[in-house]
């Protein structure tokens, strides 16, 4: 059972424009939720993460989104570029009560390619 | 360049042999994983150390023997692998378990290969 669904499995967007990443999952206590970044022969890089009580995180041509009700959350990379073509993957955690998660669940991931 | 280091970057291994894959952090952090990752799909949990001690055992075969000598290494003991065990194998630390001011940071892996 795959407990985080990452869609779509690729994407082409043209410079400039806007990519959308989604990602939905089925664990209603996942209360951490980070996007990874993997170009080829690179292991994966933190993006930028969002916690459930916020529904909105930004961090330059990057946002979050965070629909809890919908348990739904999405990447947008806002003014593409040619540099952002890599691998994406949005995964989820248990935060324990102590603080901190151990592994991550990770969607299956999507190849984006930007054209120039 | 990634602040988690693992050598080698690629190693071919017959089935009969033995190999370790090492990796190391100098950011003084205490938790510290690995990961496996076939072509085209995201990265799986196989192992998590935390201070030095092994926590999490995803089911692991026991073809994969995991050792954190110290706070700053971790191996990943290798011995009779399958073909299918082909690989690239990530190695992953954190300051203490996962959390917003303290992310997991992958190093760039082992790209195994078992004739």
């Known amino acids: 059972q795959q407990q985080v669904k990452q869609s779509p499995q690729s994407l082409i967007v043209q410079k400039g424009g806007i990519s959308i990443i989604n990602c939905a999952y089925e664990n209603t206590a996942f209360d951490y939720f980070p996007w990874y970044q993997q170009f080829p022969g690179k292991g994966p890089a933190l993006l930028i993460a969002i916690r459930p009580d916020v529904s909105e995180k930004k961090e330059g041509r990057f946002t979050i989104s965070f629909n809890k009700s919908a348990k739904q959350f999405s990447l947008h990379i806002m003014d593409s570029q040619p540099g952002d073509s890599a691998t994406y993957f949005c995964a989820a955690a248990v935060m324990y009560s102590g603080g901190g998660a151990d592994g991550l669940t990770f969607g299956k991931g999507t190849h984006l390619i930007i054209q120039p | 360049d990634t602040e988690v280091t693992q050598t080698p970057k690629h190693l071919v291994m017959g089935m009969t042999n033995k190999k370790s894959l090492k990796c190391e952090q100098h950011m003084g952090h205490r938790a510290m994983y690995w990961y496996k990752q076939k072509a085209k799909k995201p990265p799986e949990l196989m192992f998590v150390?935390?201070?030095?001690?092994?926590?999490i055992n995803e089911s692991v075969p026991s073809r994969f023997s995991p050792e954190c000598p110290n706070s700053s290494l971790l191996n990943l003991h290798l011995h009779a692998l399958q073909p299918e065990d082909s690989a690239l194998y990530l190695c992953?630390?954190?300051?203490?378990?996962?959390?917003?001011?303290?992310?997991?940071?992958f190093g760039n892996g082992t790209r195994l290969t078992v004739t």
């Open positions: 992953a630390s954190s300051q203490g378990r996962q959390t917003y001011n303290s992310p997991l940071h």
């Open positions: 150390y935390s201070y030095e001690k092994l926590s």
